[in-house]
């Protein structure tokens, strides 16, 4: 391996060469997750530069040259025309280079105040903000889909089990309804991931702070957050922190997907015989022509098994770094930014196909499932008035005897149960959880603050 050394114009350079080794292992794949966080890079300079006129380090006169190239910028960025040129080490020495090559030293003044390391801090959390909005409308979408099945499938019962042994009648209502109500959890996880996202750490700077008299509060109420992180230390120490705990929130949801694809393999086996997809959802063998295999679930819960080791791996990475800022935290980037998309594709794919699941109607019918009914039959002596532990002697006995015949009829009325899914309050719960993120707030401060006025 040849050890070149070659020029740089990175903005930290000073004069020195650098080893052209070196230099590839520590850019690794920066810039193509900077990619992913340009559009957020030119916001937070946006308001950056704002509030930096505010306190007279950008004159009145510079200010709408500022703010026209970065808005210029934000735009090229939506249409897909930007893009990091080779020798520029990131995002933020690309929009500085790009400003400064159309307003000369004016373009040179937008760092004042600031360091790569809460710009970057502040990148991502303006783009956690954007991924999980999009996750909870489609985690919102996949809940809306399980309610609509519960509710259609409401009366068709399906065994229960426990310890793999069938146990009590459950219905597909049910079963769907459970699936929607573990959404409403995951969501609460994600909202409380959403509040310690949504708070701005710019001008933290490095870590201690500017001497500079900084407006942090300006930046705030632009940028649409909820309040900041108020100690420039903490407001470092957030980073790898914050990504744990959205990590986390999102390996919620996966569990929650991992498990319901798991049910679905179990339930097409012909030995349940549950559930089935349509042909044209299902895949087949290079030798087996009678195969029609549930790959899409299959690939939903390994992918979801994936997601669910996100929040581990990063912990592994920032467990043992004291305060401050260490170059190890670039390399949770290339593992957490990519998730958010895989994440998304796992939803869709959810909803997409739970919305073609073809559900059997007379599983019961086999006589297999004939016990499920003998708590049933315990609980109709106890209403009788014999006490529930002779009851449940004496249908043992029966069973024993091989006498028991089933009543397949169950009149359960309580909250949550055959007879009463509560899928209202259910909505309801998620309903309010969704609101609770208050996304609007956000969008409309982003729209004022790319309004070219």
């Not at 040129?85 to 004016?106: A, C, F, N, W, Y």
């Amino acid at each position: 391996m040849s050890k070149n050394n070659t020029t740089t114009d990175k903005i930290w350079a000073k004069g020195i060469l650098i080893d052209e080794i070196i230099e590839k292992f520590t850019i690794g794949k920066d810039p193509e997750m900077d990619m992913f966080l340009a559009p957020f890079d030119v916001l937070g300079s946006i308001a950056h530069v704002r509030m930096l006129n505010t306190i007279g380090l950008i004159r009145d006169e510079e200010l709408p040259l500022l703010i026209g190239e970065l808005i210029s910028i934000y735009n090229e960025i939506g249409k897909g025309n930007f893009a990091i040129e080779p020798g520029v080490e990131d995002v933020h020495s690309q929009v500085e280079l790009l400003l400064t090559r159309k307003l000369g030293d004016i373009g040179k003044k937008i760092h004042s105040g600031r360091s790569r390391n809460d710009q970057v801090l502040l990148d991502l959390k303006l783009f956690i903000r954007s991924e999980i909005k999009q996750i909870v409308g489609l985690s919102d979408e996949l809940f809306k889909v399980l309610i609509s099945r519960s509710n259609e499938t409401k009366d068709i019962l399906m065994p229960g089990y426990t310890h793999l042994q069938i146990a009590m009648p459950s219905s597909f209502g049910l079963w769907f309804g459970a699936y929607a109500e573990s959404l409403t959890d995951d969501m609460q996880m994600m909202l409380a991931a959403w509040k310690t996202a949504n708070q701005n750490p710019l001008g933290s700077a490095a870590g201690y702070g500017s001497s500079f008299p900084l407006n942090r509060q300006m930046t705030t109420d632009l940028l649409g957050f909820d309040n900041l992180n108020y100690n420039v230390v903490y407001a470092q120490m957030g980073r790898g922190k914050v990504e744990k705990n959205v990590a986390f929130a999102m390996s919620s949801v996966a569990a929650t997907l991992a498990k319901m694809a798991y049910d679905v393999c179990l339930f097409m086996s012909q030995n349940f015989n549950f559930v089935s997809l349509p042909d044209n959802l299902t895949t087949g063998s290079s030798i087996m022509p009678h195969k029609k295999n549930p790959d899409v679930f299959e690939l939903l819960r390994a992918h979801c098994n994936k997601l669910q080791s996100l929040p581990n791996e990063i912990l592994l990475i920032i467990n043992n770094l004291p305060v401050g800022y260490f170059r190890d935290m670039q390399i949770i980037k290339e593992i957490f930014i990519p998730a958010f998309a895989e994440m998304k594709t796992c939803l869709n794919i959810a909803a997409y196909a739970v919305s073609h699941l073809k559900v059997n109607h007379q599983i019961l019918d086999d006589k297999k499932y004939d016990y499920i009914f003998s708590v049933e039959e315990v609980n109709r002596l106890v209403n009788e008035g014999m006490p529930f532990r002779d009851a449940y002697k004496h249908v043992g006995q029966i069973i024993m005897d091989g006498n028991f015949i089933p009543v397949k009829k169950v009149k359960h009325s309580h909250e949550g149960s055959l007879g009463n899914l509560c899928n209202d309050q259910i909505t309801e719960k998620m309903n309010a959880i969704v609101s609770s993120f208050n996304f609007s707030a956000v969008d409309d401060a982003i729209e004022q603050l790319t309004a070219n006025s």
